[in-house]
């Protein structure tokens, strides 16, 4: 009588030692997982090591412009210079260092409310010279063909401190200076002249800066005077600067 039972047992504790063999295989899955994802970097790094660039120093010029009351009252003397260094965190990434100079020219041919006594001012000269610091991203062009991969496709976001002095170089009045913190975003290509070695860089950046002056009503014309082009009520206004480089890797 006891036989049947004990044969139903053995099949039930098969049964229960095969669903066990099936939840529990002979190794370790997320271990499996993790060998797998470094080995794929490992992979990565050697590919990175043997075919990308770790850093270079970026030389060239460009021009910079502005918008709202500020563009109009500045005219922009080119060139704009620029030097930068670019360090490779992988074939993706990169972050970037550098300084970039311009200066603008700005026509007052009447009185204004910041100096009432000096007649009409004539030409004022503004230098810009900013530090910045920022992050590239080059797009993954593998499956895009030859040529756009070939232009290195990247966005840019960058911090910079831009800091200005203005001379008033038709009238004995002080230098104005003082500086401002801003921001950068934008594209850029990049053409290879030799590969690894040297590249030509195209990049745009708009810029937000918060201008130590940007609200000043020392440019507004006294009296007023609804048919002048002169005079300005404020100096608020955005940045764009288009900059072409040479670019020499390692």
Do not use: C
């Not at 530090?131 to 991969?149: C, E, P, Q, R, S």
């Amino acid at each position: 009588m006891l036989l049947p039972f004990t044969v139903l047992g053995q099949s039930s504790d098969q049964v229960m030692q095969e669903i066990e063999d099936d939840l529990n295989p002979g190794s370790d899955i997320f271990s499996d997982f993790n060998e797998d994802l470094e080995s794929a970097q490992v992979l990565e790094d050697e590919r990175f090591y043997r075919y990308g660039r770790f850093f270079s120093v970026n030389l060239g010029g460009g021009f910079t412009t502005f918008t709202g009351n500020r563009g109009k009252a500045y005219e922009d003397n080119h060139p704009t210079f620029h030097l930068s260094v670019n360090y490779f965190l992988d074939f993706q990434k990169a972050i970037t260092l550098g300084i970039e100079y311009s200066k603008h020219t700005m026509i007052l041919d009447t009185v204004v409310n910041g100096y009432p006594d000096q007649g009409p001012i004539g030409a004022v000269v503004t230098d810009y010279s900013r530090v910045f610091v920022g992050y590239k991203y080059y797009i993954d062009t593998t499956d895009l063909g030859t040529a756009i991969t070939y232009s290195n496709p990247h966005f840019i976001g960058r911090l910079e401190y831009w800091y200005q002095t203005s001379k008033f170089i038709d009238r004995e009045i002080p230098k104005d200076s003082g500086g401002g913190i801003g921001t950068g975003i934008g594209m850029g290509l990049e053409f290879p002249v030799e590969l690894k070695q040297s590249y030509i860089s195209v990049e745009g950046i708009y810029h937000v800066v918060n201008f130590y002056d940007k609200f000043t009503q020392d440019f507004r014309q006294i009296p007023d005077d609804p048919d002048s082009t002169y005079g300005f009520e404020d100096l608020t206004g955005n940045v764009f600067s288009l900059v072409i480089t040479y670019n020499f890797t390692w």
